[in-house]
Protein backbone atom coordinates (compact mmCIF):
# COMPACT_ATOMS: atom_id res chain seq x y z
CA UNK A 1 0.00 0.00 0.00
CA UNK A 2 1.04 3.46 -0.95
CA UNK A 3 2.03 5.64 2.03
CA UNK A 4 1.67 9.15 3.36
CA UNK A 5 3.79 11.18 5.58
CA UNK A 6 1.88 13.73 7.51
CA UNK A 7 2.78 16.05 10.88
CA UNK A 8 1.79 14.63 14.13
CA UNK A 9 0.02 17.60 15.00
CA UNK A 10 -0.04 21.03 14.05
CA UNK A 11 -1.91 24.25 15.50
CA UNK A 12 -3.72 27.41 14.16
CA UNK A 13 -5.73 30.45 15.24
CA UNK A 14 -9.43 30.41 14.90
CA UNK A 15 -10.74 32.21 11.95
CA UNK A 16 -7.69 32.28 10.21
CA UNK A 17 -6.65 29.62 6.86
CA UNK A 18 -5.18 26.55 8.08
CA UNK A 19 -2.97 24.32 5.33
CA UNK A 20 -2.55 20.69 5.85
CA UNK A 21 0.49 18.91 4.13
CA UNK A 22 0.73 15.59 3.35
CA UNK A 23 4.12 13.74 1.19
CA UNK A 24 2.81 10.65 -0.53
CA UNK A 25 6.11 10.09 -3.02
CA UNK A 26 4.95 6.71 -3.88
CA UNK A 27 1.64 7.52 -5.42
CA UNK A 28 0.85 5.73 -8.58
CA UNK A 29 -0.87 7.01 -10.83
CA UNK A 30 -4.66 5.06 -10.19
CA UNK A 31 -4.12 6.94 -6.76
CA UNK A 32 -6.98 9.25 -5.41
CA UNK A 33 -5.96 11.15 -2.56
CA UNK A 34 -8.56 11.12 0.14
CA UNK A 35 -8.90 13.30 2.97
CA UNK A 36 -10.76 11.84 6.54
CA UNK A 37 -10.75 13.98 10.09
CA UNK A 38 -12.23 12.53 12.92
CA UNK A 39 -13.61 14.66 15.33
CA UNK A 40 -13.44 13.82 19.23
CA UNK A 41 -15.31 11.10 20.27
CA UNK A 42 -16.37 10.41 16.74
CA UNK A 43 -16.26 8.19 14.13
CA UNK A 44 -13.75 9.26 10.72
CA UNK A 45 -16.17 11.94 8.26
CA UNK A 46 -15.28 12.39 4.46
CA UNK A 47 -13.79 15.73 3.21
CA UNK A 48 -11.96 15.85 0.51
CA UNK A 49 -10.67 13.68 -2.53
CA UNK A 50 -9.12 14.34 -5.66
CA UNK A 51 -6.57 12.87 -8.58
CA UNK A 52 -5.02 15.16 -10.68
CA UNK A 53 -6.69 19.02 -10.31
CA UNK A 54 -7.39 21.09 -7.29
CA UNK A 55 -10.48 20.32 -6.05
CA UNK A 56 -13.24 23.06 -3.93
CA UNK A 57 -16.22 21.90 -2.17
CA UNK A 58 -18.40 23.41 1.22
CA UNK A 59 -15.52 22.18 3.80
CA UNK A 60 -11.96 22.50 2.45
CA UNK A 61 -9.79 22.65 -0.69
CA UNK A 62 -7.28 19.99 -1.63
CA UNK A 63 -4.39 21.47 -3.56
CA UNK A 64 -2.28 18.71 -5.36
CA UNK A 65 1.18 19.29 -6.60
CA UNK A 66 1.79 18.34 -10.34
CA UNK A 67 3.76 15.67 -9.76
CA UNK A 68 1.37 14.27 -7.28
CA UNK A 69 3.82 13.70 -4.70
CA UNK A 70 2.39 15.90 -2.32
CA UNK A 71 -0.98 17.61 -1.14
CA UNK A 72 -2.48 19.80 0.73
CA UNK A 73 -5.83 20.40 2.42
CA UNK A 74 -6.52 23.60 3.25
CA UNK A 75 -9.41 25.01 5.54
CA UNK A 76 -9.81 28.39 4.54
CA UNK A 77 -11.44 29.98 8.25
CA UNK A 78 -10.78 27.61 10.72
CA UNK A 79 -13.63 27.28 13.91
CA UNK A 80 -13.10 25.15 17.08
CA UNK A 81 -15.04 22.78 15.43
CA UNK A 82 -12.51 22.05 12.82
CA UNK A 83 -10.30 20.85 16.03
CA UNK A 84 -9.79 16.80 14.99
CA UNK A 85 -7.05 14.80 13.37
CA UNK A 86 -6.75 14.58 9.72
CA UNK A 87 -6.08 11.82 8.08
CA UNK A 88 -4.57 11.98 4.34
CA UNK A 89 -5.20 8.42 2.58
CA UNK A 90 -4.07 7.05 -0.96
CA UNK A 91 -6.39 4.76 -2.35
CA UNK A 92 -6.90 2.89 -5.53
CA UNK A 93 -9.86 2.65 -6.74
CA UNK A 94 -9.73 -1.04 -7.07
CA UNK A 95 -9.14 -1.31 -3.53
CA UNK A 96 -12.25 -0.87 -1.34
CA UNK A 97 -10.95 -0.59 2.09
CA UNK A 98 -9.28 2.26 3.75
CA UNK A 99 -5.67 2.27 4.85
CA UNK A 100 -5.57 5.29 7.52
CA UNK A 101 -2.05 6.11 9.42
CA UNK A 102 -1.70 8.52 12.17
CA UNK A 103 -2.56 11.66 11.27
CA UNK A 104 -2.45 14.90 12.04
CA UNK A 105 -3.78 16.30 14.66
CA UNK A 106 -5.24 20.02 15.07
CA UNK A 107 -5.67 22.21 17.82
CA UNK A 108 -7.43 25.57 17.15
CA UNK A 109 -6.68 28.29 19.47
CA UNK A 110 -9.26 30.60 19.87
CA UNK B 1 -30.21 9.90 5.41
CA UNK B 2 -30.31 8.69 8.96
CA UNK B 3 -26.88 7.86 8.72
CA UNK B 4 -24.65 4.48 9.97
CA UNK B 5 -25.90 3.73 13.52
CA UNK B 6 -24.00 1.07 15.86
CA UNK B 7 -25.29 -0.49 19.07
CA UNK B 8 -24.55 -0.10 21.91
CA UNK B 9 -22.21 2.60 21.90
CA UNK B 10 -19.98 1.47 25.08
CA UNK B 11 -19.73 -2.07 26.13
CA UNK B 12 -18.10 -2.90 29.29
CA UNK B 13 -17.56 -6.37 29.73
CA UNK B 14 -15.05 -9.19 31.42
CA UNK B 15 -12.08 -11.08 30.29
CA UNK B 16 -13.72 -14.25 28.48
CA UNK B 17 -17.09 -12.77 27.70
CA UNK B 18 -18.22 -12.55 24.34
CA UNK B 19 -19.91 -9.67 23.04
CA UNK B 20 -22.20 -8.86 20.01
CA UNK B 21 -21.90 -5.08 18.08
CA UNK B 22 -24.60 -3.97 15.93
CA UNK B 23 -24.19 -1.61 12.89
CA UNK B 24 -27.26 -0.37 10.95
CA UNK B 25 -25.55 1.23 7.50
CA UNK B 26 -27.41 3.72 5.41
CA UNK B 27 -30.06 2.42 3.72
CA UNK B 28 -29.18 2.02 -0.13
CA UNK B 29 -25.57 1.37 0.33
CA UNK B 30 -24.54 -2.28 -0.65
CA UNK B 31 -21.12 -2.55 1.17
CA UNK B 32 -20.02 -2.36 4.61
CA UNK B 33 -17.03 -2.32 6.53
CA UNK B 34 -15.96 -3.01 10.10
CA UNK B 35 -12.36 -1.05 11.15
CA UNK B 36 -10.62 -1.11 14.63
CA UNK B 37 -8.80 2.00 16.58
CA UNK B 38 -6.93 1.61 19.17
CA UNK B 39 -6.12 4.88 21.57
CA UNK B 40 -3.34 7.54 19.60
CA UNK B 41 -3.81 5.42 15.79
CA UNK B 42 -6.10 5.12 12.92
CA UNK B 43 -8.50 2.79 12.07
CA UNK B 44 -7.62 -0.48 11.48
CA UNK B 45 -9.64 -2.71 8.52
CA UNK B 46 -10.96 -5.07 10.01
CA UNK B 47 -13.79 -6.65 7.52
CA UNK B 48 -15.73 -6.01 5.00
CA UNK B 49 -19.37 -6.98 3.09
CA UNK B 50 -20.34 -6.53 -0.47
CA UNK B 51 -24.29 -7.12 0.14
CA UNK B 52 -24.56 -10.07 2.42
CA UNK B 53 -20.90 -11.64 0.95
CA UNK B 54 -17.98 -10.95 2.92
CA UNK B 55 -15.51 -10.18 0.60
CA UNK B 56 -12.38 -9.53 2.22
CA UNK B 57 -10.47 -10.36 5.94
CA UNK B 58 -8.35 -8.94 7.54
CA UNK B 59 -5.23 -11.22 9.32
CA UNK B 60 -6.14 -8.55 12.75
CA UNK B 61 -9.91 -10.75 12.88
CA UNK B 62 -8.62 -14.10 15.12
CA UNK B 63 -10.34 -16.83 14.89
CA UNK B 64 -12.69 -15.40 18.00
CA UNK B 65 -13.76 -12.84 15.66
CA UNK B 66 -16.65 -13.57 13.76
CA UNK B 67 -19.50 -11.25 11.51
CA UNK B 68 -21.98 -11.27 9.50
CA UNK B 69 -25.00 -9.70 7.25
CA UNK B 70 -28.01 -11.39 6.79
CA UNK B 71 -29.60 -10.63 4.21
CA UNK B 72 -27.69 -7.36 2.94
CA UNK B 73 -28.95 -4.89 5.70
CA UNK B 74 -27.63 -4.63 9.43
CA UNK B 75 -24.51 -6.15 10.03
CA UNK B 76 -23.22 -7.82 13.50
CA UNK B 77 -19.54 -8.48 14.88
CA UNK B 78 -18.82 -11.41 17.68
CA UNK B 79 -15.95 -11.60 19.77
CA UNK B 80 -15.54 -14.71 21.43
CA UNK B 81 -13.69 -15.23 24.63
CA UNK B 82 -12.62 -11.57 25.19
CA UNK B 83 -8.78 -10.44 25.95
CA UNK B 84 -7.83 -7.53 27.38
CA UNK B 85 -6.17 -6.30 23.73
CA UNK B 86 -9.77 -6.45 22.14
CA UNK B 87 -10.62 -3.17 24.02
CA UNK B 88 -10.42 -0.42 21.48
CA UNK B 89 -13.40 1.43 19.80
CA UNK B 90 -14.97 -0.66 17.05
CA UNK B 91 -16.16 1.56 13.99
CA UNK B 92 -18.87 -0.05 11.17
CA UNK B 93 -19.02 2.55 7.93
CA UNK B 94 -21.15 1.93 4.97
CA UNK B 95 -20.54 2.90 1.34
CA UNK B 96 -22.43 2.94 -2.11
CA UNK B 97 -20.09 1.55 -5.04
CA UNK B 98 -22.51 2.14 -7.83
CA UNK B 99 -21.61 5.54 -6.81
CA UNK B 100 -18.15 5.74 -7.78
CA UNK B 101 -15.96 7.10 -5.56
CA UNK B 102 -16.98 4.52 -2.81
CA UNK B 103 -16.73 7.50 -0.07
CA UNK B 104 -17.28 5.76 3.13
CA UNK B 105 -19.98 7.10 6.15
CA UNK B 106 -19.03 6.14 9.25
CA UNK B 107 -21.02 5.27 12.49
CA UNK B 108 -20.24 6.75 16.16
CA UNK B 109 -18.35 3.37 16.72
CA UNK B 110 -18.62 1.41 20.18
CA UNK B 111 -16.32 1.63 22.71
CA UNK B 112 -15.57 -1.90 24.20
CA UNK B 113 -13.55 -2.35 27.72
CA UNK B 114 -12.82 -5.52 28.48
CA UNK B 115 -11.67 -5.92 32.05
Known amino acids: DAKTTQPNSMESNEEEPVHLPCNHS???????IHWYRQLPSQGPEYVIHGLTSNVNNRMASLAIAEDRKSSTLILHRATLRDAAVYYCILRDPRDDKIIFGKGTRLHILP | DTGVSQDPRHKITKRGQNVTFRCDPI?????LYWYRQTLGQGPEFLTY????????KSRLLSDRFSAERPKGSFSTLEIQRTEQGDSAMYLC?????????????FGPGTRLTVL
Open chain 2, 27 to 31: SEHNR
Open chain 2, 93 to 105: ASSSRDRGTDTQY
Open chain 2, 49 to 56: FQNEAQLE
Open chain 1, 26 to 32: TISGTDY
